[in-house]
């Protein structure tokens, strides 16, 4: 495995347990029960401590490192068949 492989694959992984680890250490906390009208959906999706912003934000991380990693991996296995 490459470097940078490696790399992307300990990224993607890390900021996913980091993302998970958040949510949970978030939700322990509190208890919401319906609709809240006191953030908008700016709040809701970037505000990684008042909203969902880090599930939003921290979701796309993972898709572009994984995408990185996939790249990498699809290189590897062309530079093996071509030669």
């Known amino acids: 495995m490459g470097f940078e492989m490696g790399m992307w694959l300990l990224?993607?992984?890390g900021t996913l347990a980091g993302m998970v680890g958040w949510h949970k250490r978030k939700m322990?906390?509190?208890e919401q029960v319906?609709?809240?009208q006191d953030y908008s959906n700016m709040t809701m999706?970037?505000?990684p401590v008042h909203g969902e912003g880090h599930l939003f934000m921290g979701g796309i991380l993972?898709?572009?490192?994984f995408s990185l990693f996939c790249y990498e991996f699809a290189r590897?296995?062309?530079e093996m068949l071509i030669g």
């Open 11 to 13: 990224a993607s992984l």
């Open 28 to 30: 322990r906390g509190q």
């Open 34 to 36: 319906g609709a809240n």
């Open 45 to 47: 999706y970037f505000n």
């Open 62 to 65: 993972v898709i572009i490192f």
């Open 76 to 78: 590897i296995i062309r």
